[in-house]
């Protein structure tokens, strides 16, 4: 077992442990804290994958700046037990099935997965996530939707400023 | 490519127009001579002509389907600010902003109408929505728009997420946007031997897709939804961008169910059995005629979801002629429905009294949506029909479409009975001789396509 297989399991396990406390956690501040460790073993996959750029993104976007946007809301909100949800039985159960047929279909197509086991990531060159290499797909292959996106951000632009308007 | 740069365009266009005039009947003027150039656009693109030449590097395939549809919906959404415009100057304070987030929805529409691969859906949905759950709240006073807009937000970021999974998934077996790339690798037996990634993909953009088109059993936010937001955006949102959606919803599967296996059909027309069972039963026993609409949306989006079921080339044709008799017939509706002062069926008591010309057009409107001979909704259905009977072997489902048909009469005609047959003193808000007109050539055009549905299909193929 080489160093790269050693660091993805572990990463994987930190991932989905991580995952499993932001949702076990009795205190919302944990639960952010924990999601925190989640992106943070997300990146180091991203790292083990090449892509670098996207790395260092992920850590300053989500990690950084949204997660403390998440907690600001979170401690001002305030949240205790007594204004927690009272959820009926039925909901949790109606969650339970539908929950268990979604992981159903996934485990029965995993599976059929044969042909997937001897495909791995694309690892070989090292510069394949660097940002002159993204920037360049970008404004070539991908230069239509990357400019269609601005689009979409105008829209929700002018969408804040009518909500926020008096 | 030219709608989906002019529409742009004109967004920003409006929001100057905000800037430049405070009188809202100027916002209105220029929205409607925009959406004249926006239509103009587009046909020229059919001849083509293009504003700019732009090298899309195959994200986009604008074949003929698409492109009409396009002209459908720029149509359908002048037809609607014609008759809907005053209306939406009372509904608050930024009618200019209003318009260009309209504007910015047909953008949305114009991609998903000529979108290839999953990149350009997932950007074109995303355009489409947003604006939406904007609009959805436009009335920043009333609690229920309030709650509407958050909850179709929360849900619709939810399904959003879902169809990201699903095309992370797909994006990971195949190492590409497009679906069905990788193709059936062995044919036999029940399931194909395709990527498996690639089906868990195709599942969970499904079900995103149902969850955009309101279909059964994902349709719980849409009459909340339909009934919390203004009326006026209501009517937008139940017609051209529900039909826009089912436009992307048929070219994202045309060419890839094969992948899918028989599986598919039974999976199909589960969720089309259901939509149409609670959309219809649940459509009977409502007391406003608002949320009765909301629910008759989901029952019509049963009937829109045979195209996707028979694929074939009548049912592209018959999903085109459903979204131009659905969307009038629902816009016609509804601009009568926001000038009642009461929204329930004892608010229409004695309509056809006081405003027998608003009447007739109603009740024409109310026809088309049952599917009575004569009417532009007759064809429609038929159309789609006749597309499941071609396919063979699903006649039952014919069937249990026609008896649900039959079901929506009950309570389509309970709106006409409480105008005709019911006394009482319907109020509604001021009215111009240019609504009534307008309604009037509104009904007229529904006859018409009812008595020659050619005259909407001859187009499709010029």
Redesign the interface.
């Known amino acids: 077992m080489g160093t790269i297989q050693i660091l993805f399991y572990f990463l994987s396990a930190l991932a989905i442990f991580s995952a499993i406390m932001v949702l076990l956690s009795r205190n919302p501040v944990h639960s952010v804290l924990w999601l925190i460790a989640v992106f943070f073993a997300i990146s180091g996959h991203y790292v083990l994958l090449n892509a670098q750029f996207l790395a260092i993104v992920n850590l300053i976007v989500y990690a950084g700046a949204i997660m403390v946007l998440f907690l600001f809301v979170i401690m001002l909100m305030n949240l205790n037990a007594e204004t927690e949800p009272r959820k009926h039985i039925w909901m949790k159960l109606a969650g339970v099935v539908s929950g268990g047929c979604l992981l159903m279909?996934?485990i029965s197509?995993?599976r059929?997965?044969v042909?997937?086991g001897g495909k791995k990531a694309m690892m070989a060159e090292g510069n394949i996530g660097l940002i002159k290499n993204l920037g360049h797909a970008l404004f070539?292959?991908?230069?239509?939707?990357f400019e269609?996106?601005s689009?979409?951000f105008?829209?929700?632009m002018?969408?804040a400023?009518?909500?926020g308007?008096? | 490519m030219n709608a989906?740069i002019v529409s742009?365009l004109l967004?920003?266009v409006m929001?100057f127009t905000g800037i430049i005039s405070q009188k809202k009947s100027v916002h209105t003027a220029v929205a409607s001579v925009g959406l004249l150039l926006l239509l103009l656009a587009n046909l020229l693109n059919h001849y083509g002509l293009f504003v700019i030449h732009?090298d899309?590097?195959g994200?986009?395939n604008f074949e003929q389907f698409g492109m009409y549809f396009n002209s459908i919906a720029i149509f359908a959404t002048l037809v609607y600010v014609l008759l809907s415009g005053k209306t939406i100057e009372h509904t608050?304070?930024?009618t200019a902003?209003?318009y260009?987030?309209i504007f910015?929805v047909l953008?949305g529409v114009s991609?998903l109408s000529g979108f290839n691969g999953l990149?350009?859906l997932f950007?074109g949905i995303?355009?489409m929505t947003?604006?939406l759950?904007?609009l959805t709240?436009?009335d920043?006073r009333n609690l229920k728009s309030n709650e509407a807009s958050l909850k179709y937000f929360l849900m619709g970021s939810f399904s959003t997420g879902i169809m990201l999974m699903g095309i992370t998934l797909i994006y990971g077996?195949t190492g590409t946007f497009t679906m069905g790339e990788s193709n059936v690798?062995g044919s036999g037996g029940l399931?194909p031997?395709t990527?498996?990634?690639e089906?868990?993909g195709a599942?969970l953009i499904f079900v995103s897709m149902c969850f955009k088109v309101s279909a059964a059993p994902f349709h719980f936010w849409t009459p909340d939804v339909y009934d919390g937001a203004p009326g006026v955006f209501t009517s937008f949102m139940a017609t051209i961008v529900k039909a826009a959606g089912f436009i992307a919803f048929v070219r994202l599967y045309e060419n890839n169910t094969a992948m899918l296996g028989p599986t598919w059909r039974i999976l199909l027309s589960f969720v089309i059995i259901s939509t149409l069972l609670i959309g219809n039963i649940t459509a009977v026993f409502q007391q406003s005629v608002k949320r009765m609409l909301a629910y008759s949306s989901i029952a019509q989006a049963g009937f829109m979801l045979f195209a996707l079921y028979s694929a074939n080339d009548l049912a592209k044709e018959g999903i085109l002629l459903y979204s131009v008799a659905y969307s009038l017939a629902t816009i016609g509706i509804f601009a009568i429905l926001i000038k009642m002062k009461d929204y329930t069926f004892d608010g229409f008591n004695g309509l056809a009294k006081s405003q027998p010309l608003l009447a007739f057009a109603m009740a024409v409107c109310l026809l088309s949506l049952a599917g009575i001979p004569l009417t532009a909704g007759f064809f429609a259905k038929y159309y789609m029909l006749a597309s499941v009977v071609k396919t063979g072997g699903s006649l039952w489902l014919v069937v249990i479409a026609v008896l649900f048909a039959a079901v929506s009469a009950y309570y389509y005609f309970r709106v006409i009975q409480a105008m005709y047959f019911k006394d009482g003193e319907a109020e509604l808000m001021e009215l111009t001789p240019a609504f009534k007109t307008g309604m009037l050539a509104l009904a007229v055009l529904i006859i018409l396509v009812g008595i020659f549905p050619t005259i909407v299909l001859n187009f499709f193929y010029f």
């Open positions: 279909m996934l197509l995993v059929q997965a042909e997937m070539s292959d991908y230069v239509v939707p269609i996106t689009v979409l105008l829209s929700a002018v969408g400023v009518v909500i308007k008096k | 989906i742009a967004g920003v929001m732009v899309t590097r994200m986009f608050g304070v930024s902003d209003f260009a987030l910015f953008c991609i990149l350009m950007l995303e355009i947003i604006p759950y904007i709240g436009a920043k077996a690798i399931i031997k990527s498996f990634l089906i868990a599942i």
